[in-house]
């Protein structure tokens, strides 16, 4: 039996795992396996070549390509080290055996803890482990093979997989294709000719550790449109990369100029970057259970019909309010009854908290969640930081507010099932999930960790970093790009604009050639809603069942043993970037694990 997998990076490896697992049980069974990718083994994003100080957004012992016990989906078990055991037990080994290229980052492995956030270099050379592991656990029987090129073109009848250096026909066929560039809209092609015939610098959505920064020095001003993960990552290299230092002085960071640095003004539509991810305090497995957002209600709102998402949101903010209430009481109000108040939360939220009569100070107020500090006083924001990395440093067990944001990651399963059981009409889908709850949840839930809150504040202090009022705008006059914002008095020149995101997840605009030929010969189509007034809106989300992961056709008809997940999905599925997280009964894990068996199961 022949198997393709299509994409090296995480996820091509999880079903290699479970290709492999499942095999031992067959042992009988021939099988060959190969591995597509133009990038080394774990992927683009997980290069190991990339700057050592872009570092990941998870602790190290949240992070797995190993199947395990909680597992809510029948298969074979091959345990394995997170990636923080990997750290502990097999990296110095490993890492020496990979040459020069490695060596930095021993240093890292030998004092990785579990809530360190790993450099995402040393995450690519788990993964490169990863993959020797499979090898050494393969049966003789199983035969491996990686192949660095780019896949064209996947025909069916049987499946043939086409790079450049010809073809080769499967049984089955596993696409993971991940983040893909897409082609420029408009204004980013306006901005690009604009760049060219001015000598100035424009760089469209990519990934931020592979962003030629080679022609901006001290002498610019570079203009960033978005404050999420991937501005901090371009931060970094700006600073850091270019020998700037962070100092701690007597418990608050500063920074030590280079000297090599461009100013940098940083915008988005919210005005704040995301916020920081709390120290980690979990161990894998453990999370905030559903109270309100049960099985059980999800099964209630599927027998009644469509909800809301306003009626979504109010069970999640209930979920939320649940964990910091309960956490403000017990730390700052111990005169309170925190037993008989959860009891009365459980049965009415808002009578219960009436009933407390708390200080406008302590009530978890979203609205301000949300908004930035008034006004274009600098002052303002540093404090904005330091509060928020002060909420972050109490920790996500401990702290009432990161604590209640926490709830927003471990319940991402049962806002999964909202999406999966079809619980909101297309139009609340479209209007309210993709196009307000995915940024709000992404601004509260998956931003940095702290320490990049703390650099950031450094920043500004130190006059490297601006940042621009809510709804920044960008504009072109003369030979500058204009930044401005919702504050009409705020406008700034640029030198060079970099759009600090990664490209967002459009198959139908992607500039990957396999992507396009799928699309063009009917073996894949883009999901569609139907809006009220027979209106239809096209997503860019590929279309595939989601139970199974086959990829379906224009008819939407699955086309036997060729699957199809990840990022390109986002949009049907939900939250498609995560990381794998071990003992958690983790949806990745469940995925690949169905795949596999899917492969298997005819033998």
Not at 76 to 82: A, E, F, K, R, T
Not at 289 to 294: A, G, M, N
Not at 472 to 498: C, K, P, W, Y
């Given at each position: 039996m022949k198997v393709a997998l299509i994409g090296a990076g995480p996820r091509g490896l999880l079903v290699l795992e479970r290709l492999i697992a499942w095999q031992q049980q067959m042992s009988a069974l021939p099988l060959t396996i190969t591995l597509f990718d133009p990038y080394p083994i774990g992927g683009r994003v997980w290069r190991r070549d990339q700057a050592p100080q872009l570092i990941m957004n998870t602790a190290a012992q949240h992070i797995t390509l190993f199947y395990d016990r909680t597992v809510?989906?029948?298969?074979?078990?091959?345990?394995?080290?997170?990636?923080a055991q990997w750290a502990v037990k097999e990296a110095a080994t490993f890492l020496r055996s990979r040459g020069k290229s490695a060596r930095p980052y021993l240093a890292e492995a030998a004092t990785l803890g579990p809530n360190d956030y790993p450099s995402r270099a040393l995450y690519g050379y788990y993964l490169a482990w990863f993959y020797a592991e499979m090898h050494r656990r393969k049966r003789p029987n199983v035969a491996l093979v990686f192949k660095q090129t780019m896949v064209q073109a996947v025909s069916p009848d049987p499946f043939t997989v086409h790079t450049a250096a010809g073809a080769e026909c499967f049984d089955a066929v596993v696409l993971a294709l991940g983040t893909m560039p897409n082609s420029l809209t408009r204004e980013q092609a306006a901005f690009t000719a604009f760049a060219k015939a001015h000598q100035r610098v424009y760089l469209p959505p990519s990934f931020p550790a592979e962003g030629d920064l080679s022609r901006l020095g001290p002498q610019d001003v570079v203009a960033m449109r978005g404050l999420g993960l991937s501005f901090f990552d371009y931060v970094s290299r700006l600073t850091e990369g270019r020998g700037g230092h962070f100092r701690n002085e007597q418990g608050q960071l500063t920074y030590q100029a280079s000297g090599a640095e461009p100013h940098i003004i940083a915008g988005s539509r919210r005005g704040l970057p995301y916020?920081?991810?709390?120290?980690?305090?979990?161990?894998?497995?453990?999370?905030?259970?559903?109270?309100?957002?049960?099985?059980?209600?999800?099964a209630n709102w599927a027998a009644s019909g469509p909800i809301t998402g306003k009626q979504f949101f109010q069970g999640l903010k209930t979920e939320v309010g649940f964990v910091y209430y309960s956490l403000l009481l017990a730390q700052q109000h111990p005169e309170v009854d925190l037993p008989s108040f959860q009891a009365d939360y459980m049965t009415d939220p808002a009578e219960a908290l009436a009933a407390l009569k708390l200080p406008a100070a302590e009530l978890l107020d979203w609205t301000a969640l949300t908004t930035p500090p008034q006004g274009d006083d600098p002052k303002a924001m540093l404090i904005y930081l330091a509060k928020d990395a002060a909420e972050a440093e109490r920790g996500s067990k401990t702290g009432p507010l990161t604590s209640a944001l926490e709830v927003l990651r471990d319940l991402r399963d049962?806002?999964?099932?909202?999406?999966?059981?079809?619980?909101?009409?297309?139009?609340?889908?479209?209007?309210?999930?993709?196009?307000?709850?995915?940024?709000?949840?992404?601004?509260?839930?998956?931003?940095?960790?702290?320490?990049?809150?703390?650099?950031?504040?450094?920043?500004i202090a130190a006059g490297i970093v601006t940042i621009a009022p809510p709804q920044?705008?960008?504009?072109?006059?003369?030979?500058?790009?204009?930044?401005?914002?919702?504050?009409?008095?705020?406008?700034?020149?640029?030198?060079?604009?970099?759009e600090a995101r990664v490209p967002a997840p459009n198959a139908g605009a992607a500039q990957n050639p396999l992507m396009q030929q799928l699309l063009h010969d009917d073996l894949a189509t883009l999901m569609e809603l139907q809006l009220a007034g027979d209106r239809r809106f096209q997503?860019?989300?590929?279309?595939?069942?989601?139970?199974?992961?086959?990829?379906?056709?224009?008819?939407?008809?699955?086309?036997?043993?060729?699957?199809?997940?990840?990022?390109?999905?986002?949009?049907?599925?939900?939250?498609?970037?995560?990381?794998?997280?071990?003992?958690?009964?983790?949806v990745n894990l469940r995925l690949a694990n169905r795949i596999a068996r899917q492969i298997m199961d005819q033998l």
């Open positions: 809510q989906e029948p298969g074979p078990i091959m345990p394995g080290p997170s990636l916020h920081a991810k709390a120290r980690n305090e979990k161990a894998p497995g453990e999370a905030w259970p559903p109270r309100f957002l049960t099985a059980q209600q999800l049962t806002i999964r099932q909202v999406v999966d059981l079809g619980l909101l009409t297309d139009d609340e889908y479209l209007d309210f999930f993709l196009r307000w709850f995915n940024g709000t949840n992404d601004f509260l839930s998956i931003g940095p960790p702290v320490i990049r809150i703390e650099q950031l504040r450094a920043l920044i705008t960008i504009t072109t006059a003369g030979n500058d790009f204009i930044v401005g914002g919702q504050e009409a008095s705020f406008e700034r020149h640029a030198t060079a604009l970099i997503s860019g989300a590929v279309l595939v069942d989601r139970h199974s992961a086959q990829l379906l056709d224009q008819q939407h008809h699955p086309q036997g043993k060729l699957f199809f997940w990840g990022v390109p999905t986002e949009g049907l599925n939900w939250l498609t970037t995560a990381s794998p997280r071990p003992f958690s009964d983790d």
